[in-house]
């Protein structure tokens, strides 16, 4: 039986704010992994933090660019957000996430990875 791709990637947002006030932002998986031969992977982000949202422009961003992700992320509502990922090259790509205190309007950022596997074939 053939391997199916999965063309959807779910990924969890969690954001914990300890009590001196430190904010940490834990993405689940990291690396995110595109199979190999997954071509067009949606990576779905959902945001588990209620006081948090996603930036409305930009709240995922590739920290350099790169041809397999030819389109801007976007924020779907304040808990989803979604980048677009051709995974046409192997390798491992940093990205950022960047969440919202809702209250205060104060960003917090983390950079996790996408691990993409790649095109046996390398075009569209």
Request: charged share 20%; proline share 7%; hydrophobic share 35%.
């Amino acid at each position: 039986m053939p391997h199916t791709p999965k063309r959807v990637v779910p990924v969890s947002v969690d954001v914990t704010v300890s009590t001196d006030g430190t904010v940490t932002i834990d993405c689940s998986p990291n690396p995110a992994p595109i199979i190999k031969d997954t071509k067009h992977a949606l990576l779905v982000f959902t945001l588990n933090t209620p006081g948090f949202r996603f930036k409305t422009a930009d709240a995922i961003t590739l920290d350099q660019a790169v041809d397999d992700f030819p389109y801007d992320s976007w924020t779907i509502s304040d808990t989803q957000a979604a980048l677009y990922d051709r995974n046409l090259v192997a390798d491992t790509f940093d990205y950022t996430v960047t969440v919202v205190n809702a209250t205060t309007g104060q960003e917090y950022s983390v950079d996790p990875e996408i691990q993409n596997g790649g095109s046996s074939t390398g075009g569209d």
